[in-house]
């Protein structure tokens, strides 16, 4: 979005010579923006395209204000610092364009604000409030005083001069959390107007594609880069691309279909929002190249409807896209026609199944069917059908642009490239981060994460989303690549990193994904329906409360340990679709790691990260209580005594070990034990 | 198909391409147990019953979606292998009402079988149970969805073999359940009551709905003269019931059962059946020579396919034969002329129809079908529950003599016996159509010989093909005729009439696959097989007998003699036909 007058866009003609519309495509339409114009040689047109370049690569001559409204800036508040700010902007009579920008990955750093002014590099700045935004206008735009203490570094650009004062700020990308990345899907992101065609296009977007129809091979081209590239499916199961791609190919049947999965559905995972939002044009291109190697001229792209501002960026970008002849039939008078429909998700984790995607597609209830037939031969309306995640697509212009070759010289012997996670939990530095693969998980965390939130030790990682797998300390140094976290016992999933200190009770985690796939289950095959059920049933009486527990419950506690095991096998080994087979793999692989804490709450009935309340007994330090009677106050059970400044206690056979009582204690002077 | 080999169970077996494991385990003398598996339809894989361990594969695979191939390694009953199944069954007992001695479906239920079959003898899973209410608001079907295993059988028969999908799967996960679309009753969608997902459902969560003790406290009223009718399906099926072998026709013990049951009088709904033809028979006659009404005519003596007409091709219902069907019209005949001629007040009469079929419940309950001034029929049980009343009045089926129907609706011909299957009112339509193109208008037919008649069996129609047609020469008319059988076949026939390119004069269509001998109040189960044995014992009855067309049926000429003149008259009219009602979806 920008707010000055809309300028004439790069993708528009230079002059009446051009005749490129998507009625009469012009081959070089997309070269004619890098280099042209080509079709005619005047010097009026080259002065145009020239300073229409500039413009979209952000070379402009007023300063240009950066803010960051991917869904994270806006949830962090940057939805009021862009009406104060442009206030202020107006107060002082300044000329400056505001930019919508996608997320830059420092989630930890929202609401996060760039300024450029005209040949300076790009300050950032971070955590700005109304209050730090008004002061970097008044000092940075008003008084032209770089505010060091307000910055956390610049991003060079092409036109800043090398003696601007900017310069004495840190380097945005030798930051720790930035420096061990390699950015080749977040490349964009947080950096362009995602709503801009043009700013794609002038940093070589599209180019991929002008290639691939340029080679006029029907995109063997194509596959042929992403099978020496070795790109592997990012949606979780690792399946190599070109291979998918193959198949697809080979299928006589027609219409073929391509279809982006962006249903992204763990807990804790945005990799695949914040790519849509910050870089939609990233995707498409991905997704042409791919309907052009398998031959497909149709497209969906299936993105859940809780997505809002990604839909609605990647139908602005499909609607441009068709405006300038780049979606649509005959592609720049290549004979390849490719036509892309958003089909909006109603936010059911299963719909990230292939099949379940497909039937939901085709409006039917969201549910797995038996493969084989795979999708490849008999997909959406029984025809063949390739279905890729947004990561994949996200990766394949790079690996066109630069050859396969070069995209497979990073990463490990059967993992290249890189990977973008999604790190949450108690970590420093949260948010997006692509690193390459082959890194160690230790490395992820405390080096590019930035070690766990307090300096508390570190006790587990999630990864893989809910049926993924918890590794403690001695696997942190498990190399990030699909076949060394299988052996782990996790798995590379989409990309959700959730980290754990020893606060965290991994009975209470195993039961909170088990919670989760229950209630995702989509009720079709037996052993994941009931099967998911019944694990979190156990898992809820292991943490249940005991007190008042009669001996058959006891015994129904104990045996019903007994066969979680068993049970989860038999969910692994004979549920319908990916997420039954994985559904178990909470319980499992947190069995297989931390067996003494289910141990520990099973026969001791404790938790010993104090995690699980119910089992906790709470009880007042006498020394440290001053009688200031806020517990008893604020206690649901009515189960603690005292008189005013006079020693608490409280009463076991009231208290419901909700642990209000320690919540709001404020001389820590309620214990849990 | 090339032949491939694999070695199952340690043995080597030769099968063909494109065949899936179970199938080529069935031929190889192994049971593997399915739940959610129906013959002829695409697998669902919903169960996971049949998982058999192929080695080489990450877990183990359905058998019925999984294609076997060359080389492969499989282990069908290896400890992992059945320990996954006997889980599979626990985990649904432990969400199953512990019902099973007052179940409707015990002794027949699939999953009691399997937990005896997988030896269950204790409940180890324990906890929360799905509750749902039980759905009665159907005039023919009743649902219990805490006893539903979620097999999905009937979404899939109501969908692909009906073409109706009134139900399908509601929420998900753990509170799945199968209902109709948002949670609504039964009762008023357009389920068109054919009972086809109760054929299928492996327990009893679905079920008619009973009408056994209103027929049982008829019987014990000794102011009621209580009627049975037959339907000609009845007598190639019910002895299914009590274990005899599928095909077994028991015409003769079936009127002793009922009459030992305690009913009055028991007829013949085949000899209705008669009386349709001519009506039906006169009104396509009529239809051809005066084109006053629309053709194709459509047969209409399947209520199910009726309610399905209403619902999804209302603009086509004057397409729909006006006549009743024939158990509709021997009611009316019972209470008007019948109760007349017997000096009988019809108020105190009541009429049972013993029907394969759960839609006729819902078709006596029309409103339209009171025009004896009372119910026409009261009551109608299926070929299911009319076993339960005999056995519930300590019949002895197997050891009963044969015995005939009582005279006033006791003879019927052949073309009234095959009314039960597929093809088999066509086939009798056209053996008097025939008769009547050639009469003199308006006359009361005179008794024909076989020889007049010329042929009578019409092969093309015959059969379970889902959609039959045929070319008939008939005294200088070429008659183009179809019969269909399933709902989704119906479709083709209907899309083509929509479309104006239905080369047919007349069609009949059959609701439920197979024709009547399929229906959904018939023995369980009931498979392709099962339906082709029962089919061929009707046509065996209809080679047996003298009296092969209808029009020839001495009650039929005695009773336009008597009381409606002649076919498509004005009393015909008042009492053998009826009206459709448009209805939406």
Known sequence: MTTATTAISLMDACCSRCTHSPQTPCAQYLDCRAHGPLCHTDPACTAALNARRDAAMHIATRPIIYVGAGTCGLAAGMDQVIPAMQKALTEHGLDVMVKEVGCFGLCHREPMLDVKKPGRPRVCFDHVDVKKALAIVTRYLVNDEVPADLSMGIIATPDAAPDSPEFALPNLYDLPVLVRQRRIVLQNCGLIDPDALDEYVARGGYGALAKALAAGDNGEMVLNEVLKAGLRGRGGGGFPTGRKWQLTRAQQNTPKYLVCNADEGDPGAFMDRSVLEGDPHRVIEGMLLGALAIGADHGYIYCRAEYPLAIKRLLHSIEELEGRGLLGDNILGSGFSFHLK???????????????????????????????????????????????????????????????????????????????????????????????????????????????????????????GPSGGCLPTAMLDTLVDYDSLIAAGAMMGSGGLVVMDDKTCMVDLARF??????????????????????????????????????????????????????????????????????????????????????????????????????????????????????????????????????????????????????????????LAQ | MADITLTINGKSVTAQQGQTLLQVCRTQGIDIPTLCYLEDLFPSGACRMCVVEVEGARGLVPSCAFPAADGQVVHTHSPRARRARKTIVELLLANHPQECLTCVRSGGCELQTLAQDLGVRERRYEGARREAAIDASSVSLVRDPEKCILCGRCVRVCEEVQGVAAIDFNNRGFQTVIAPA????????????????????????????????????????????????????????????????????????????????????????????????????????????????????????????????????????????????????????????????????????????????????????????????????????????????????????????????????????????????????????????????????????????????????????????????????????????????????????????????????????????????????????????????????????????????????????????????????????????????????
């Open chain 2, 182 to 585: 948002c949670n609504k009753s039964l009762g008023g969608t357009t389920c068109v009551n054919c009972g086809q997902c109760i054929l299928v459902c492996p327990t009893g969560a679905l079920r008619e709905q009973s009408n056994l003790k209103d027929v049982w406290d008829a019987i014990n009223d000794p102011e009621k003269i209580v009627i049975a009718q037959v339907a000609p399906a009845i007598r190639a099926t019910i002895g299914e019931e009590f274990g005899m072998p599928v095909g077994s026709r028991v015409t003769g013990r079936l009127t002793a059962a009922l009459r030992r049951a305690g009913f009055d009088l028991v007829f013949d709904t085949d000899v209705a059946a008669d009386l349709t033809i001519m009506e039906e028979g006169s009104e396509l006659v009529h239809r051809i020579t005066t084109g006053e009404e629309p053709l194709p005519m459509i047969t209409s003596c399947s209520p199910g396919w009726v309610k399905f007409i209403e619902h999804f091709y209302p603009e086509q219902i004057d397409n729909l034969s006006t006549a009743k069907s024939p158990h509709m019209m021997l009611g009316t005949v019972l209470k008007t002329y019948y109760a007349e001629k017997q000096g009988i007040d019809p108020a105190n009469m009541v009429v049972v129809s013993i029907m394969p079929c759960t839609a006729k419940k819902y078709e006596a309950s029309r409103p339209e079908m009171t025009d004896s001034g009372y119910q026409d029929v009261d009551y109608v049980l299926t070929t299911r529950e009319a076993a339960r009343l005999m056995k519930l009045a300590g019949i002895k089926f197997e050891n009963l003599p044969d015995e005939a129907f009582d005279p006033a609706f006791g003879i019927a011909s052949g073309a009234g016996v095959i009314f039960g299957t597929t093809g088999g009112v066509m086939e009798a339509a056209l053996r008097t159509a025939q008769f009547l193109l050639t009469a003199p208008e308006g006359e009361v037919p005179e008794m024909v010989t076989r020889e007049m008649l010329g042929h009578v069996d019409f092969a093309p129609v015959r059969g379970l093909e889902g959609v039959k047609e045929a070319t008939v020469e008939m005294n200088g008319l070429t008659l183009k005729v179809a019969a269909a059988h399933g709902l989704m076949n119906a479709r083709t026939l209907l899309e083509q009439v929509k479309a104006g390119t239905s080369p047919y004069h007349f069609i009949e269509i059959m609701g439920c696959p197979g024709g009547c001998i399929g229906g959904g109040g018939g023995p369980m189960p009931t498979t392709t097989e099962i339906r082709k044995q029962r089919a061929k014992a009707l046509y065996n009855e209809d080679e047996a007998l003298m009296l092969r067309a209808s029009h020839d049926n001495p009650i039929i000429k005695q009773l336009y003699a008597e009381y409606f003149g002649k076919p498509l008259g004005e009393k015909s009219h008042h009492l053998l036909h009826t009206s459709y009602t448009k209805r939406s979806v």
């Open chain 1, 513 to 670: 994904f088990m919670e989760f796939i229950r209630n995702e289950s989509c009720g079709k095959c037996i052993p994941c329906r009931e099967g998911t059920t019944r694990m979190l049933e156990i898992l809820e009486r292991i943490v249940r409360p005991y007190r008042d527990e009669d001996t058959e419950a006891t015994l129904q506690r104990f045996k019903s340990v007994i066969m979680l095991e068993e049970l989860a096998q038999v969910i692994r080994d004979t549920s319908l679709c990916g997420l039954g087979q994985t559904a178990p793999n909470p319980v499992l692989s947190t069995l297989r790691y931390f067996r003494d804490e289910y141990e520990k709450h099973v026969f001791e009935r404790t938790c010993p990260a104090g995690a699980c309340r119910s089992l906790l007994t709470f009880t007042v330090n006498a020394e440290k209580c001053k009688g200031c009677t806020l517990c008893a106050r604020n206690c649901p059970a009515g189960a603690i005594w005292g008189a005013s400044k006079q020693t608490h206690v409280i009463d076991q056979a009231k208290c419901v070990h909700c642990g209000v009582c320690m919540d709001v204690c404020r001389f820590d002077a309620v």
């Open chain 1, 342 to 464: 958003v089909k909006q998700g109603a936010g059911a984790f299963v719909c990230g199944e292939e099949t379940a995607l497909l039937a939901s597609i085709e409006g039917k209830r969201g549910m797995p069917r038996v493969r084989p037939p795979y999708p490849a031969q008999s997909g959406l309306w029984g025809q063949p059908t390739c279905i890729n995640n947004v990561e994949t697509f996200a990766n394949v212009a790079a690996i066109v642009d630069h050859g396969g070759a070069a995209f497979a010289s990073v990463g490990t012997e059967r993992s290249k490239g890189t990977k973008v996670f999604a790190l949450t939990g108690t970590i420093k530095l949260g948010g997006l981060v692509e690193v390459p693969m082959g890194m160690t998980l230790r490395e992820v965390v405390f080096d590019v994460g930035g070690g766990i939130l307090d300096d508390r030790p570190f006790k587990a990682v999630q990864i893989g």
